[in-house]
Nanobody, 120 residues
Framework: QVQLVESGGGLVQAGGSLRLSCAVS????????MGWYRQAPGKQRELVAS???????????NYADSVKGRFTISRDNVKNTVYLQMNSLKSEDTAVYYC??????????WGQGTQVTVSL
């Protein structure tokens, strides 16, 4: 069992920054993939950023083209937390952001979501 608790969303002006946090608890050793997704109204959920938490490719990251150079995903293995630092925010970044992990079994676990609203 893995549990995810997100925090850090809110309202910010365009050009501003926010940092999302996802506290992970439970069977952390079973996690093979960690990511942040977002879903805007009327749109499909999309993968924004991902990180491989351990192993040979541990630490490797991947980003959607729309956020490259502006967002950074990172993890703190001591605090068991994954972060999404979001800079130079745009109105089109407005969405509900979800933390996600994939377990070695193939199961997916989702956080409850946190709203990010970017005003013009």
């Amino acid at each position: 069992q893995v549990q995810l608790v997100e925090s850090g969303g809110g309202l910010v002006q365009a050009g501003g920054s926010l940092r999302l946090s996802c506290a992970v608890s439970g069977s952390i050793f079973s996690i093979v993939f960690m990511g942040w997704y977002r879903q805007a109204p009327g749109k499909q959920r999309e993968l924004v950023a991902s990180i491989i938490p351990s192993g040979i490719t541990g630490g490797s990251t991947n980003y959607a083209d729309s956020v490259k150079g502006r967002f950074t995903i990172s993890r703190d293995n001591v605090k068991n937390t994954v972060y999404l630092q979001m800079n130079s925010l745009k109105s089109e970044d407005t969405a509900v952001y979800y933390c996600n992990v994939r377990l070695r079994s193939g199961s997916l676990v989702w956080g409850q979501g946190t709203q990010v609203t970017v005003s013009l």
